[in-house]
């Protein structure tokens, strides 16, 4: 049997044995070589531990210090400062101490002084009451009137003085006033359009068109916009469509503009086909129609009125009348209305009654022109007239009605009454029949309010108030002072169109019966 490769097998393995134990005893030799330097490690970071916390201790040490005599300097401060204050304060109560006695004996002998001046007032009050009463007393034996009826006497005269130099005042003014009248008036008249202008514009510049229905709001604006746009350019309009429930409101200065845009809105909503061309097509019909109506009114409102000659622009002017109002109340009617009245005021005076007929019919033709001067309605009418080759006189009665020019016959001052009669007739103007009454019965319920007036009588459609007053309880001056008190009083209290005159009548009747 062959051993060699046994022993070559344990051979071996005692090789490999002492390997490891060599290999195991390096690495037990390399651990405590680097367990020992750990330590070395250890031990030095520790020293340097140690020393760095000394360090930090001897510092903080130093602060604690530091902080401690910084205090002790601060506290010895502030005592010295407290110190310092409470001796200041120590001398200042002393010097006001001093000050309080000065001044508490200084007291004193002020009050000794006035009560000694006191006693010296009581004495003489006394001695001046005594005195007064003596001269009352006096006064009364020579008077022959005791204190009461002198003070009585007193105040009636110095009242009467008073009065009288409030009414010359109030003359001096009222001849200042008419000084100024002009431009007085005209700030009255822009005042009076201020009041109304608002209501007066809205009157004069819309129209409220009605329709069925919300949804024909839509049609008339079409789409984005085109036909409300098609519908002002061809009319010249305003077209504004709002919340306004069933109701488009048309916006121009123009009457005859509006009503043309009024009848061309009525037939497209009717017909029912609303677009551009269509438009234009009615639009373009419907003025011709208003056209030729305005032509057709203003032949018949001559013929009604016997009137021939007209020019024809003339007769259309007067057709144009119907579309244009003045504070309510419709031009043409106006028209008609002054007419009638000249003619019979003329037939009256003995003038010729033609002339005056046609003279009121043509006075207010200047609110009506194609174009737009900047002159007044009637110098406007006026030139109109001559363009047109009417008669100087009717010419004139035009241009003259409102003051413009000096009348030069007697057909002005006729159109100038029958226009302002039409005018104010109650109900022609805005204001109705029962406020019209309403306000004549105010006017003279307020003057009847003072004392000493018997009769009161609102005339002129209640423009002058007429005031009796009784000769027994109001003298002549006293007139003036009642007069200006009640036009005060109806300034402040009452609203009316232009102004209001008030005339105090005194008057002494003497009444004696035959038998």
């Known amino acids: 049997m062959d051993i060699t490769p046994l022993i070559i097998i344990i051979v071996a393995i005692v090789a490999l044995c002492v390997g490891v134990s060599a290999t195991v005893f390096a690495q037990k030799k390399m651990a405590r070589t680097a367990s020992k330097q750990i330590l070395e490690e ?44 409470a001796k200041q304060r120590e001398i200042q109560l002393n010097q006001q101490q001093s000050e309080n006695q ?42 022959g009137l005791s204190s009461e009826e002198a003070k009585e006497k007193l105040v009636e005269t110095m009242k009467d003085e008073a009065k009288t130099a409030a009414a010359s005042y109030i003359n001096e003014i009222m001849d200042e006033a008419k000084l100024t009248a002009n431009k007085e008036a005209k700030r009255i008249v822009i005042q009076s359009i201020q009041r109304v202008a608002t209501e007066t514009a809205i009157e004069n510049s819309v129209t409220v068109f009605h329709i069925d229905s919300d949804e024909i709001k839509g049609r008339i604006i079409g789409r984005e916009g085109r036909n409300i746009r098609a519908l002002e350019a061809h009319t010249g309009i305003e077209i504004i469509v709002d919340d306004t429930p069933e109701a488009i409101v048309l916006s121009s200065f123009d009457p005859v503009r509006r009503e043309v ?27 011709k129609q208003i056209e030729e109506e305005i032509i057709e009114t203003g032949k018949r409102t001559a013929i009604d009125l016997g009137i021939h000659g007209l020019n024809p622009e003339l007769i259309r002017m007067v057709g144009k009348m119907k579309y244009r ?109 029962e406020a019209y009454l309403k ?60 102004q209001v005159k008030i005339t105090v009548i005194r008057e002494t009747r003497a009444v004696s019966f035959a038998k």
């Open 42 to 85: 250890a031990r030095l970071e520790a020293e340097n531990i140690k020393k760095q916390k000394l360090l930090e201790a001897k510092e903080k040490e130093l602060k604690i210090t530091n902080e401690a005599e910084r205090l002790a300097n601060q506290r010895m401060s502030k005592v010295q400062s407290a110190e310092a204050r």
């Open 261 to 287: 845009a009024r009848l061309a809105l009525h037939q497209l909503v009717s017909d029912g086909r609303i677009h551009p061309a269509r438009i234009e097509e009615v639009v373009t019909k419907v003025r």
């Open 439 to 498: 306000r004549l019965n105010d006017l003279e319920q307020l003057a009847m309010s003072y004392p000493g007036v018997i009769k009161t009588y609102a005339i002129q459609a209640g423009r002058e108030l007429r005031v009796i007053v009784g000769a027994d309880k109001i003298d002549d001056a006293e007139t003036e002072q009642l007069s200006a008190e009640i036009a005060r009083k109806i300034q402040d209290e009452m609203t009316y169109p232009g």
């Open 325 to 433: 109002s003045s504070y309510g109340q419709n031009l043409l009617q106006h028209a008609r209305e002054t007419a009638n009245l000249c003619a019979v005021m003329a037939s009256e005076l003995g003038l010729n009654p033609k002339k005056a007929r046609r003279a009121g019919l043509l006075h207010d033709i200047g609110k009506v022109p194609d174009e737009e001067p900047e002159l007044p309605h009637a110098l406007l009418g006026m030139k109109l007239a001559e363009k047109y080759k009417e008669k100087p006189d009717i010419c004139n009665a035009i241009g003259a009605h409102h003051d413009e020019v000096e009348p030069t016959t007697l057909l002005a001052p006729i159109v100038q009454i029958c226009d302002a009669i039409s005018g104010a007739r109650p109900g022609a103007r805005r204001e109705i029949v």
């Open 102 to 143: 000065r001044a508490k004996n200084e007291n004193e002998a002020t009050k000794n002084h006035l009560e000694m001046q006191m006693s010296m007032i009581e004495e003489k009050k006394a001695e001046i009451e005594r005195m007064h009463k003596s001269a009352v007393e006096t006064l009364e034996h020579l008077s």
